[in-house]
């Protein structure tokens, strides 16, 4: 995916992307302060959000306006939000849902989830109710579900927020793992600069609704361009 003059205005701007270029079959780690427009940006990508101008391609072609395209290209993504929503049914049925909605046949769905199941370490809970889980095993599911229909790209917004280091272990591992086997893109927005420089391969810092620096995440976290940058990935107060 590419952006071009993206802006987004409420009663301020609170973005303004002049280019971003997604390529795929990379990691992308979205860091800034809080109120810098990462999740704006994360849901202006997945088209949830319309920016106030600009535009945006997809493989190269210019994303329409029609409903009709913007849900085809959304059926190409997946979203998974700080808070996990589940449904209240069980396990298996969470993640079975985007099969069953694009008329997959009941061997495949069973196949394909009982796969994810098995990679995310819930197989043994598959039937249990989904609104029983623990925080760690409930954003395992919604990832799981976002993943099951083989998405070009994941987005992730703050996913291991207030879980535990064992939980933000299994997820980062389950991020890495559908990254590489998959070769889906994946773009996570993260308050953790420790989880960006473990699991990104570029971090786009992004402050005041502009994106300061994008780079590999050896060079943002050992020789950033911009003394903001620095400044921030060092855990000090920028202005």
């Not at 994360?42 to 391609?57: D, E, F, H, K, V």
Request: hydrophobic share 40%.
């Amino acid at each position: 995916m590419k952006l071009e003059n993206i802006n987004k205005e409420y009663d301020r701007e609170v973005l303004r992307v002049d280019s971003l270029e997604l390529n795929k079959g990379l990691i992308y780690g979205i860091i800034g302060p809080s109120g810098a427009g990462k999740s704006t940006l994360l849901r202006i990508i997945n088209l949830l959000t319309s920016p106030s101008q600009g535009a945006y391609y997809f493989h190269g072609q210019p994303i329409l306006k029609s409903s009709r395209e913007l849900i085809n290209l959304q059926r190409k993504m997946g979203l998974v939000f700080q808070k996990t929503l589940l449904f209240s049914d069980s396990v298996w049925n969470n993640v079975a849902y985007g099969l069953k909605a694009r008329g997959c046949c009941r061997e495949e769905i069973n196949d394909r989830v009982g796969l994810l199941l098995d990679q995310v370490g819930l197989s043994d809970l598959a039937k249990r109710r989904a609104d029983t889980l623990s925080g760690g095993e409930a954003q395992r599911v919604a990832i799981a579900r976002s993943v099951a229909y083989d998405p070009e790209l994941l987005l992730l917004d703050e996913p291991t927020a207030n879980l535990d280091p064992y939980n933000i272990e299994l997820i980062e591992e389950m991020i890495a793992t559908l990254n590489r086997e998959k070769d889906i893109t994946v773009v996570i927005v993260t308050h953790n600069v420790f989880q960006a420089r473990r699991i990104a391969d570029k971090v786009i810092f992004i402050d005041k609704g502009e994106i300061v620096e994008m780079g590999s995440a050896e060079k943002i976290f050992t020789d950033p361009e911009y003394e903001k940058t620095r400044l921030y990935v060092e855990g000090k107060v920028i202005s």
